[in-house]
């Protein structure tokens, strides 16, 4: 099973919006498990989004999540400094590895 | 406060083996699934193993399977990692994870800080 393909960097000032992809099959992100977890450098990473656009509570609500296909998208909008770390998205894989990450995508605050 | 704190990560030798352990603390333990996530230096996550709430049902990724066992106590608030075979590919920060239920959803909602593994000579 390999990793769920984002783009590894993506940047933006703040206040904008930005857009992670994570791209799968219809083995994996196509069936709608999917999650995204923030991952700042040293840190352990955070649960943001569950179940393709669900929020953990605390979560911001300037953090989306959607889902097109094979293809989910997490969207952060109004972007602010504390927003700079790595991204990965997650999802549940019919193979036999139950569950697989995405290469993660830097995010950085210009 | 919810809380994971993982111990057990040590230098070993190619073909050793070793056991991590994760203490959790702040949430009824026994009623949710459990998870190892590994991140090799300056690489990114791996999910590695899933055990169900009373640990009858364990899974592996592909690449641990056969050598790896994760073990839970319910009565002791523990969960362990026991890793059999090692190889440098092993290499990585091991984080314990809180699946949001008792039957694993794959969506880690509390993470411990890590415990780091280096296999080498």
């Known amino acids: 099973q390999s990793a769920l393909t984002q783009p590894a960097s993506v940047s933006g000032s703040p206040g904008q919006s930005i857009t992670i992809s994570c791209t799968g099959t219809?083995?994996?992100?196509?069936?709608?498990?999917v999650s995204w977890y923030q991952q700042h450098p040293g840190k352990a990473p955070k649960l943001m989004i569950f179940d393709v656009s669900n929020r953990p509570s605390g979560v911001s609500n300037r953090f989306s999540g959607s889902k097109s296909g094979n293809t989910a998208s997490l969207t952060i909008s109004g972007l602010r400094a504390e927003d700079e770390a790595d991204y990965y998205c997650s999802s549940y894989t019919s193979s036999s590895t139950l569950y697989v990450f995405g290469t993660g995508t830097e995010v950085t605050v210009l | 406060e919810l809380q994971l704190v993982e111990s057990g990560g040590v230098v070993v030798q190619p073909g050793g083996s070793l056991r991590l352990s994760c203490a959790a603390s702040?949430?009824?333990?026994?009623?949710?699934?459990m998870h190892w996530v590994r991140q090799r230096p300056g690489r990114g996550l791996e999910w590695v193993s899933l055990?169900?709430?009373?640990?009858?049902?364990?899974y592996y990724a592909d690449s641990v399977k056969g050598r790896f066992t994760i073990s839970r106590d319910n009565s002791k608030n523990s969960l362990y990692l026991q890793m059999n075979s090692l190889t440098s590919e092993d290499t990585a920060l091991y984080y314990c994870?809180?699946?949001?239920?008792?039957?694993?959803?794959?969506?880690?909602?509390?993470w411990g800080k890590g415990t780091t593994v280096t296999v080498s000579s």
């Open positions: 219809s083995s994996d992100v196509g069936y709608g498990y």
């Open positions: 702040g949430f009824t333990f026994g009623d949710y699934s």
């Open positions: 055990i169900s709430w009373n640990g009858d049902s364990t």
């Open positions: 994870a809180k699946d949001r239920r008792a039957i694993g959803e794959g969506y880690m909602d509390v």
